[in-house]
């Protein structure tokens, strides 16, 4: 919202602003939107000031002084992501910018947002969150840099960090602002951290770790490969609602301590959330399209969280393990809504949440004991407490394809093929009515000694479910396609293991265009594994491809068919003397390079 808009609807001032790197959309799969329709739900009168310029303080001025506070986020991904392609190189687009244009948000968007408040204004409370503040909350190796950075709330003059869904969070920092509670006495709100001067916290020590615990500090872990390990380990476990503790970790010039995590929505609230007014379109300032928009506009959300659990991926971090789930008819009367949208032609293109197909699931335990902590929910193979069935996801299903005007739900991407061969109901049900021509998975990788460092499921387990969806799209009469997708350079995959996919693919005619790198993106297990070279869970050592050139050697032998990958192919197959793979051979991977151009 504008100061224009604003003065229409009678405002003098409002009460929060809200700081963002991506361009304004109102829609329920952005958080931005979220947030501020949630405060405004409250009562709140809420400003948006989307993609400020940065090279000085006039664009943060736009709305004036804010009643309660500022707050800022990176956007829906982190900026160096949004900015930088695995390789480090600028990126060329941004789906969350208009026209799909790059540098509309500065590197590091959250510290410098922050910087530029409080140098316009000094005295309002300044609060940070989103995907970027989330993960970048403790000491952190920060790939762009290669270096161990700070907290995010050490290296900005921010009051308070929000971590995680922050609906709770921000409506009861809204409340005690309201009530005219000082921001610096903000210290106990779940799912939040704060700073405390080193000074104090060496006087409170003693008391404070009654309830809370001390990781190792961003000296020791910025010096120390297997403290920074260790500290990861002891995070990751308490990152739980039920039976998570507080953390501290101490600065060189402040102590970092989060709460414990916020508890989830609950059905009711979760229901409340997503059937908020969005209108489900970018603000009406834009004159070109926004693609991440465009992509999700007809898209429903059913779910949050993901027990999945996978090395590269930061949503046990950020949305946590256990999955909070809409009620059927909540989602119904969205998708009721989604026929008065201008634009809308009968087709839902995305049903699901982190993972497409966890909707309903839950644990018996997770409701008085959380998560546990000795194993995972799911790998090696699903935990007999897990309720895996969906049932109820296939109601949802069906009651879907009954709305009149709703002529196709699709659920092309987001499966877990490993649940999906659990109930073959589910993928009768996913093969006759929702995929349109193909379903993406993602195995990530064929060599499992690599899959086992994902935390995904093995070779064996994408085979059999690769033929239990070709006998079922013929038990239904369908012809559809199977697109995998791939990943190089994650921790743990050796050269060795990139030939082993090559032959595999070779054999299998499981080539693919769809692969990408690995990128060490802020706390996540696999971003520990590529700085110390440590699995966190085991203690023991793992490979790790860290040059640009080993990487893109393990790339190109993804895509080994690509005459412009065959030099560094023929590279890598030097290098691990497997030149028996070069030649006319029906065995072999590629020709053998031009006389003078073999390294």
């Known amino acids: 919202m504008g100061l224009k808009e604003a003065q229409q609807k009678g405002w ?6 809200i700081v963002t790197g991506d361009a304004y959309v109102d829609h329920p799969g952005f958080g931005t939107a979220i947030i501020s329709r949630v405060l405004a739900d409250a009562g709140h009168r809420v ?25 800022v986020s990176g956007g829906n991904t982190d900026s160096m992501v949004s900015n930088y392609t695995p390789s480090q190189r600028l990126r060329h687009e941004d789906a969350y910018s208009p026209g799909n244009r ?86 106990d709100i779940d799912g939040t951290v704060w700073k405390m001067e080193v000074k104090a916290w060496k006087e409170k020590r003693d008391a404070m770790l009654r309830n809370n615990i001390e990781i190792p500090s961003y000296t020791e872990v910025s010096q120390d490969k297997v403290l920074y390990s260790k500290a990861f380990k002891l995070t990751l476990d308490e990152q739980d609602p039920v039976r998570g503790r507080g953390i501290v970790q101490a600065h060189p010039k402040t102590v970092i301590i989060q709460n414990k995590p916020m508890r989830h929505l609950n059905e009711k609230e979760l229901d409340h959330v997503y059937e908020l007014p969005y209108t489900r379109s970018a603000h009406p300032s834009y004159k070109e399209p926004i693609p991440a928009l465009d992509m999700a506009r007809f ?18 971090l950020h949305q946590g393990r256990t999955i909070s789930s809409r009620s059927i008819e909540s989602i119904l009367r969205e998708a009721e809504g989604l026929k008065k949208i201008k634009g809308f ?10 993972s497409a197909n966890m909707y309903g699931m839950k644990c018996e335990k997770w409701e008085k004991k959380g998560t546990c902590t000795d194993k995972l929910c799911i ?53 006759a009515h929702h995929v349109s021509g193909q379903l993406k998975v993602a195995p990530e990788h064929y060599c499992n000694a690599v899959t086992d460092a994902m935390k995904k499921p093995r070779r064996e387990v994408f085979e059999k479910f690769e033929r239990k969806y070709k006998e079922i799209n013929r038990k239904v009469g369908k012809d559809q396609y199977l697109v995998a997708f791939l990943m190089s350079g994650h921790p743990g995959c050796t050269l060795n293991n990139m030939i082993e996919t090559a032959e595999y693919i070779r054999d299998t005619g499981r080539y693919t265009e769809q692969v990408q790198d690995f990128t060490p993106t802020p706390m996540t297990a696999a971003t520990c594994m590529f700085h110390t070279g440590i699995d966190p869970f085991t203690g023991k050592n793992i490979y790790v491809a860290t040059s640009r050139k080993d990487k893109m050697i393990q790339r190109a032998f ?31 991977l590629i020709r053998r390079p031009p006389r003078g151009k073999e390294r």
């Open 12 to 17: 003098e001032e409002l009460d929060v602003i």
């Open 47 to 71: 400003g948006i000031i989307a993609q400020p310029k940065w090279d000085s303080i006039e664009d943060f001025k736009k709305l004036g002084k804010p009643r309660l506070f500022f707050a």
């Open 102 to 187: 790059p540098g509309m948000r500065p590197n590091r968007a959250t510290i410098v947002y922050s910087n530029r408040l409080r140098e316009a204004y000094p005295d309002v409370p300044l609060v940070i969150g989103g995907i970027e503040a989330s993960l970048r909350r403790f000491a952190q190796y920060d790939y762009w840099s290669d270096k161990v950075r700070q907290s995010i709330l050490a290296d900005t003059p921010a009051d308070l960090l929000v971590y995680g869904m922050g609906e709770l969070q921000l409506l009861q920092i809204a409340e005690r602002l309201d009530k005219g509670v000082p921001v610096k006495e903000i210290t």
């Open 299 to 316: 898209s429903i959300t059913t779910h949050r969280g993901c027990f999945g659990s996978c090395s590269f991926c930061a949503i046990v």
């Open 345 to 354: 032609k009968g087709i839902i293109n995305g049903l699901g949440g982190p």
């Open 379 to 431: 790998y090696p193979e699903a935990c007999p407490s897990l309720n895996t069935s969906h049932k109820k996801l296939i109601e949802l299903m069906r009651r879907l394809r009954e709305i009149p005007g709703i002529s196709k739900v699709f659920v092309g991407y987001g499966v877990r093929y490993d649940l999906a061969l659990l109930d073959e109901q589910y993928m009768e049900e996913l093969c």
């Open 558 to 588: 993804l895509r080994y068919k690509d005459p412009q990958n065959q030099m560094l192919v023929y590279e890598g197959l030097k290098r691990a003397n497997r030149l028996d793979l070069v030649g006319n051979s029906w065995n072999c």
